[in-house]
């Protein structure tokens, strides 16, 4: 299956290990290429941000809703194949959660976790979506499409985004997002979670404090379960990538990452 990849390279290669973003709900490599993939270019690492199938420019669309995340695993290791050489693996959101399952059967050099499904699942985050908006929900599994939870740029940003965002920068966003699949929810529901007993690589993990999605004790615990302590950035809304903090979390992936001679 061809599947996008956005490659940069820095112009001094100072890092020898490369790192590969993944992507969560609704997203496509492109929420990487603002800021991420240049930055990390510029401190001296070779860059990849994928889209998983039927997202972005990759191939599935028609069969989107129906990619569980066995699906979607399959799409890293493929690409991790792709590349030749195994990256530090970086997951947002839902891709955090793709990031926890290759690890199982296969390690990396270091994982980072941003904003990430915790390994007991999307339960509590569905929970508190539909406290908020009832009918969004009961039409996401009336029609299996996740569209009608981020319809409306007012909606996407009360999930993803900082309500100081401003509305050109937030409608920009909005309309390059796109439907999900239903079965990897379902999957995160319950049917198919992480098992952080059978990942042996460091982990950091990083969350948000005004996360409107995953609860900081649900990050907390998902940081435990992996032998470390979650780190939350302040004034930080779901897309840590994209927020106007979006440095200071870039910084600190640095520095953890230097730590480990990587």
Request: proline share 6%; hydrophobic share 45%; net charge neutral.
């Amino acid at each position: 299956m061809h599947l996008e990849l956005v490659t940069q390279e820095p112009q001094s290669a100072s890092r020898s290990t490369p790192i590969l973003f993944v992507h969560g709900m609704w997203h496509a490599a492109w929420c990487w290429e603002e800021h991420f993939l240049p930055y990390f270019a510029q401190h001296g690492y070779t860059v990849h941000a994928m889209s998983l199938r039927g997202h972005g420019g990759s191939e599935g669309r028609e069969r989107l809703r129906w990619a569980t995340m066995a699906d979607y695993v399959s799409d890293v290791k493929q690409i991790v194949e792709q590349i030749g050489q195994t990256p530090v693996l970086v997951g947002h959101s839902m891709g955090g959660a793709i990031v926890q399952k290759v690890l199982e059967s296969r390690q990396a050099p270091a994982a980072i976790l941003l904003a990430s499904a915790p390994h007991t699942g999307l339960i509590p985050a569905t929970v508190r979506v539909f406290l908020r908006h009832p009918l969004a929900v009961l039409k996401v599994n009336l029609t299996l499409s996740l569209l009608p939870v981020v319809r409306t740029p007012r909606m996407a940003q009360e999930i993803l985004f900082s309500t100081d965002m401003p509305k050109e920068q937030l409608q920009t966003y909005f309309s390059r997002m796109q439907d999900e699949a239903y079965c990897a929810y379902v999957d995160l529901l319950g049917l198919n979670l992480p098992r952080p007993k059978r990942v042996k690589t460091p982990m950091l993990v990083l969350g948000a404090a005004d996360d409107t999605v995953f609860a900081q004790s649900d990050t907390e615990k998902m940081a435990r379960a992996y032998g470390t302590q979650a780190e939350f950035f302040p004034n930080m809304a779901h897309n840590m990538m994209l927020e106007a903090g979006w440095q200071s979390v870039a910084d600190r992936m640095l520095a953890w990452l230097d730590e480990r001679g990587l």
